[in-house]
Nanobody, 123 residues
Framework: QVQLVESGGGLVQAGDSLRLSCAAS????????MGWFRQTPGKERDFVAA????????IYADSVKGRFTISRDNAKNTVYLQMNSLKPEDTAVYYC????????????????WGQGTQVTVSS
């Protein structure tokens, strides 16, 4: 089992930055690719970003490319999502997740999920 706990969400203004953290515990999380997803009420959970187990590659949704950066520190069992130039449309609950699949953009391929952290961006 892997336990994931997100933190760092909050209420910010458009143009501000936030850094989300996802602390992992349990099984060796360093072997898992990690992803961030987000969800707004009444909508499906959308892919945001993913990072390989080694941190050697990253992928992003087009909507956040150039503004968000995913990173990980395996020594601390923590994954980060640095969010810059935030927009009101970035408002959502953000979830981190772990997968051993290669279908990184598919939420159904992730084995473990955190409880989510709310990010609200006001205009």
């Amino acid at each position: 089992q892997v336990q994931l706990v997100e933190s760092g969400g909050g209420l910010v203004q458009a143009g501000d930055s936030l850094r989300l953290s996802c602390a992992a515990s349990g099984r060796t999380v360093s072997v898992y690719a990690m992803g961030w997803f987000r969800q707004t009420p009444g909508k499906e959970r959308d892919f945001v970003a993913a990072i390989s187990w080694s941190g050697g590659w990253t992928i992003y949704a087009d909507s956040v490319k150039g503004r968000f950066t995913i990173s990980r520190d395996n020594a601390k069992n923590t994954v980060y999502l640095q969010m810059n130039s935030l927009k009101p449309e970035d408002t959502a609950v953000y979830y981190c997740a772990a997968t051993r699949s290669t279908w990184y953009r598919r939420g159904s391929e992730y084995d473990y999920w955190g409880q989510g952290t709310q990010v609200t961006v006001s205009s």
